[in-house]
């Protein structure tokens, strides 16, 4: 006896209801996105999502993560200009291959369900500690994460234009290396952490 209760737990039918839930939370928003309805866009049962999955915070979450596993590039460490280049260059690359529909619907869904916008916090920090953790120390990562996605972000979805060479180096040039290193040139203490 192997110890474990029940049938082994079929990874291809995990990936169908994280699938489901990532088109369907697109195409209708996370309020009208049901359990009911990823359910028979996977062809699992509801039971099987229920046991996976306690919420649909947790179900979006997973789906979020599933989709979008954070590897950052190994950076060239030759200053901190060309650290950031390639950074941005790749988180810019990050964001803009969301869809529009599936971040708006986390954005609205965060607002209304704490369970997600817990679940989406945890994710990002996890994230933004894998990106900023290759950055230098002196570096002030904590700022880079709250304004490099920020700004990326805004201009994606909001201004609709997209992250081209030219903006990712006006974003280094002129917003982060001076938050970076302060008016004096010199490395910017973490504040308030």
Same mark, same amino acid.
């Given at each position: 006896m192997n110890g474990s209760l029940g049938r082994p737990?079929?990874?291809? +039918?995990?990936?169908?209801?994280?699938? $489901? =839930?990532?088109?369907?939370? =697109?195409?209708? /928003?996370?309020?009208?996105?049901?359990i009911e309805a990823v359910a028979a866009r996977s062809g699992a049962a509801k039971t099987t999502i229920y046991r996976r999955y306690p919420d649909k915070a947790a179900l979006v979450a997973a789906a979020v993560d599933h989709r979008s596993p954070v590897t950052p590039p190994e950076l060239p460490g030759d200053?901190?200009?060309?650290?950031?280049?390639?950074?941005?260059?790749?988180? %810019? +690359?990050?964001? %803009?291959?969301?869809e529009?529909?599936?971040? /708006? %619907?986390?954005f609205a869904g965060m607002r209304g369900d704490p369970g997600l916008a817990g679940e989406m916090r945890r994710i990002l920090r996890r994230d933004a500690t894998a990106m900023t953790? +290759?950055?230098p120390r002196q570096a002030s990562s904590g700022l880079f994460a709250?304004? %490099?996605? $920020?700004?990326?972000?805004?201009r994606v979805v909001f201004v609709g234009e997209p992250c081209d060479e030219r903006f990712v180096e006006h974003l280094v040039d002129d917003i982060l290396?001076?938050?970076?290193? /302060?008016? =004096? /040139?010199?490395?910017? $203490?973490?504040?308030g952490r």
């Open positions: 737990r079929d990874a291809s +039918r995990d990936v169908a209801i994280l699938d $489901a =839930t990532l088109a369907l939370l =697109t195409e209708n /928003g996370y309020e009208q996105l049901s200053d901190l200009r060309s650290d950031l280049l390639v950074l941005v260059t790749w988180l %810019a +690359r990050q964001i %803009a291959e969301q529009i529909g599936l971040l /708006g %619907a986390l953790g +290759r950055l709250e304004v %490099a996605p $920020a700004v990326i972000v805004h290396l001076p938050l970076l290193r /302060g008016p =004096t /040139g010199r490395p910017v $203490a973490e504040r």
